[in-house]
């Protein structure tokens, strides 16, 4: 997927010009630790390795991040290729300039002090990618040694950053469920031998990690074991028919909460703690009944759910059905802190 300049301004005047329900800004309380937005754009140009910066992929833009934040978003996932940070193989050494570029906007994030995901945002065995995947460096990542250096090498450049996360993956898709269980335990074992030590860890699971399938693929992950107890499962829920996220039509104005309910149960039952790590819905009044039932019914359960964060802002979306990119954003966004919660439909102008 490539965007350039004249495909953001013709998105702005799309935007303008279609027949949108613009809404105000409304606060109400919220009960969630986070909410924030993922913050896509390094991870742009999937197919190709390593890649131009500016041509296939481009880093988040702070000034439009520090938007995000004035309006009350406090955790920004920001996503990346494994091989563009560490090209060659997976225990190699970095590429300095892509690590200083991610690094940049992470502290950048961290110093307003709000929280900052590491995501390598690999996939699985997704048609999506052709190159690389958790199947990275051309095949399914299956040593677990391998994950465990990459991660204690990754984690080590951010030890001392508390408000740094590291999520262990994007979306494992169609791999064995006893790797998936083994590469999440390296990726953790990795980040706390690197002496990262206070950080929050975020877990994902198979079948791209989505809740409304999580106990029926994902329910070996509640053995996962962190020295730090900091352990957070990240599922993604989209509300298109297919769950894919590629739909701006959702399937019901009930289908958030749905969706959601029987991976609530599954965290309460087992005394874990989750976050919605992607979630989306296309500007229509259905999708965003359906997003707020969910976030509402989250929030009732926010003993377990932690928050949620919008997909997706970044630079290149245009006019992305999902974008909240400020200031051409777009789509229905949401938008919540401890001090409040915010709604909106359509653009921000
Ligand atoms: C890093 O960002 C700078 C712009 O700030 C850009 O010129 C450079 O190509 C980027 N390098 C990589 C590897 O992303
Ligand atoms: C968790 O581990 C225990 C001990 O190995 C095992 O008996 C149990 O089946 C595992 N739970 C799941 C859900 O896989
Ligand atoms: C649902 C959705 O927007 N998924 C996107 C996730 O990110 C990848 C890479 O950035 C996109 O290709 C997907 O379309």
């Known amino acids: 997927m490539r965007f350039n300049r004249f495909a953001i301004l013709a998105a702005a ?12 800004f409304t606060k109400k309380a919220s009960s969630f630790k986070w909410f924030g937005s993922n913050e896509s754009g390094a991870e742009f140009g999937t197919g190709i390795f390593p890649g131009v910066y ?12 520090q938007t995000l934040i004035d309006d009350g978003m406090n ?33 950048y994030i961290t ?26 460096y051309g095949s399914i990542i299956e040593s677990t040694s391998d994950f465990q250096t990459f991660w204690t090498n990754v984690a080590g450049q951010f030890a001392s950053n508390d408000l740094v996360i590291f999520d262990t993956n994007n979306e ?13 335990q390296a990726a953790i074992d990795g980040i706390r031998a690197a002496g990262a030590t206070t950080q929050y860890i975020f877990v994902e699971g198979n079948s791209y990690t989505g809740a409304w399938t999580w106990t029926e693929y994902n329910d070996n992950l509640v053995n996962l074991t962190d020295t730090e107890d900091k352990i957070v499962y990240e599922m993604h829920q989209y509300l298109d028919s297919d769950g894919s996220g590629t739909s701006a039509t959702c399937v019901s104005s009930t289908i958030g909460q749905s969706r959601v309910e ?28 359906a997003i707020e039932g969910m976030l509402s019914y989250m929030e009732e359960n926010s003993a377990v759910w932690l928050g949620g964060l919008w997909w997706a802002a970044g630079p290149w979306w245009g006019d992305y059905i999902f974008s909240m990119e400020p ?3 777009y789509g229905l966004c949401g938008n919540a802190v401890d001090s409040g919660a915010l709604f909106c439909v359509s653009n921000s102008t």
């Open 327 to 329: 200031p051409e954003w």
């Open 262 to 289: 029987s991976a609530t149960q599954w965290l309460i039952d087992n005394n874990k703690v989750g976050i919605l790590g992607e979630f989306a819905g296309g500007v229509n009044d259905v999708c965003e009944e």
């Open 13 to 24: 005047a799309s935007a303008v010009a279609s027949p949108l329900n613009l809404k105000k």
């Open 54 to 65: 500016g041509t296939d992929y481009i880093f988040p833009d702070t000034s439009t991040i």
């Open 111 to 136: 110093d307003a002090g709000v929280h900052a995901i590491i995501d390598p945002h690999n996939f699985v065995n997704t048609p999506r990618l052709t190159l690389i995947d958790v199947n990275s």
């Open 172 to 184: 494992y898709y169609g791999m064995d469920q006893t790797l998936v269980l083994d590469l999440n």
């Open 75 to 107: 955790i920004f996932r920001v996503t990346f290729l494994m091989e563009r940070l560490v090209p060659t193989e997976m225990t190699g050494s970095f590429d300095a300039e892509y690590l200083s570029n991610l690094t940049y906007v992470v502290n």
